[in-house]
């Protein structure tokens, strides 16, 4: 089956450092892995998707997250952070092949403080 | 184009009423979700449709949830009666993958349905 542990509820950062969201899954195939990002009063936005391409994969607004398969992890990362980053980050992990069932980590909380 | 349209945006309704919720997909997705956010949780998969099959209800609680998506199309979600641990965001979501066949594609969300049960 199928799982996803994002490590930390919450994080915070002071604008301009770098951003390290943590997310590690279990899959008995080889997934497919996301991250969304929910800001306050606004529906999920797809920030970057690995579909078993490259490992590293560049995301919108400057993120960027790589795969490890060894590590069974899937961290999310940005070398400067803004303060419109501050929002609720989901990892979700999902069957290769097109089954298309998206199951989502329980979201980590970003703050980003002047 | 337009996305993933909900509604209503925010619900009040008092226990054991009913209640019903609405979501016009991206148009040809085939693939749409119902998924339910309790506060402080990431959101967890109440049904999915492919086209207008339900193909993965296991959790909806079918007791008092009841979904439907004629025509492979629009779809609503209804509760009834409510209970004061409904409360929460429901969220509607599409997508383009067809099923078994393809990598998977994302999905696209809509902005969701706060209901609050009183």
């Known amino acids: 089956a199928q799982s996803v542990t994002q490590l930390d509820s919450h994080v915070s950062v002071s604008e301009g450092t770098p951003v390290l969201l943590r997310c590690n899954y279990s899959?008995?195939?080889?997934?497919?892995l996301f991250w969304y990002v929910q800001h306050p009063n606004k529906g999920l936005q797809l920030l970057l998707k690995y579909t078993s391409a490259a490992t590293l994969v560049k995301g919108i607004n400057g993120f960027e997250a790589e795969f490890k398969k060894s590590e069974t992890s899937f961290h999310l990362t940005k070398p400067s952070a803004h303060m419109s980053d501050a929002a609720e980050y989901f990892c979700v992990v999902t069957l290769s092949g097109g089954y298309n069932k998206l199951i989502f980590g329980a979201g980590t909380r970003l703050a980003v403080h002047p | 184009e337009a996305g993933v349209v909900q509604s209503p945006r925010y619900k009040i309704i008092e226990k054991k009423q009913p209640v019903a919720f609405w979501c016009n997909p991206i148009s040809g997705h085939n693939t749409l979700y119902w998924y339910r956010q309790n506060l402080g949780q990431g959101p967890e998969l109440l049904i999915r449709?492919?086209?207008?099959?339900?193909?993965?209800d296991s959790q909806l609680p079918k007791d008092r949830f009841s979904a439907e998506r004629l025509k492979g199309v629009d779809s609503t979600l209804k509760i009834q009666p409510a209970e004061l641990g409904d409360s929460a965001v429901y969220l509607c979501a599409s997508s383009s993958g067809e099923f078994r066949t393809s990598m998977n594609t994302e999905a696209f969300f809509g902005q969701g349905t706060r209901l609050t049960v009183v």
């Open positions: 899959s008995s195939y080889s997934p497919s």
């Open positions: 449709y492919e086209n207008e099959e339900a193909v993965d």
